[in-house]
């Protein structure tokens, strides 16, 4: 199956309530037993753009046309912003992004509609973290590493292509 599927991340940051849009596009094959697994990757961005990659594990406990579904999602994000673009106020500093450790979990409703596809809304947890390495031009002893971890709220809203 494909599932594609756009989310609303909601939380708080420094500049107070924020929320930030999600889109993802997974692949993955369902057992009998209503178990499913597979891998996927996105596009979202909370302070900066990010590139998701990870694996997917979702359990459909019964085979009804309206079942409820769980899923968690364990992997990395990459970050797509340039160094460059985050020039800091001190000549000389560059900040490089690591990317960082992903983990997604939630519940939600699927409805099967035409020829098994489906249609889905949940509502999650995610959290990611993001590790900055602060690094000095004239410097290389000065370096500095940031960082930040996000605790959003996500409601989610997909396809499945089966």
């Not at 406990?61 to 999602?73: A, D, G």
């Amino acid at each position: 199956s494909i599932m594609l599927s756009s989310s609303v991340l909601a939380g708080r940051n420094n500049e107070g309530n924020t929320r930030n849009l999600s889109f993802h596009l997974s692949n993955g094959y369902q057992f009998r037993n209503g178990l499913s697994v597979g891998f996927g990757t996105g596009y979202e961005e909370l302070d900066v753009a990010l590139l998701p990659v990870y694996t997917e594990l979702r359990y459909h406990p019964f085979k009804s046309r309206l079942s409820p579904f769980v899923w968690t999602k364990n992997g990395w994000s990459f970050t797509i912003d340039d160094p460059d673009d985050r020039q800091y106020y001190n000549y000389g500093y560059y900040s490089r992004s690591k990317g960082g450790f992903m983990f997604n979990a939630g519940t939600g409703v699927e409805l099967d509609s035409w020829r098994r596809n489906a249609v889905n809304i949940g509502i999650g947890y995610r959290y990611q973290k993001i590790t900055f390495k602060r690094l000095n031009y004239w410097v290389e002893e000065t370096t500095n590493e940031l960082v930040t971890s996000y605790n959003r709220i996500e409601v989610q809203f997909g396809f499945i292509f089966r």
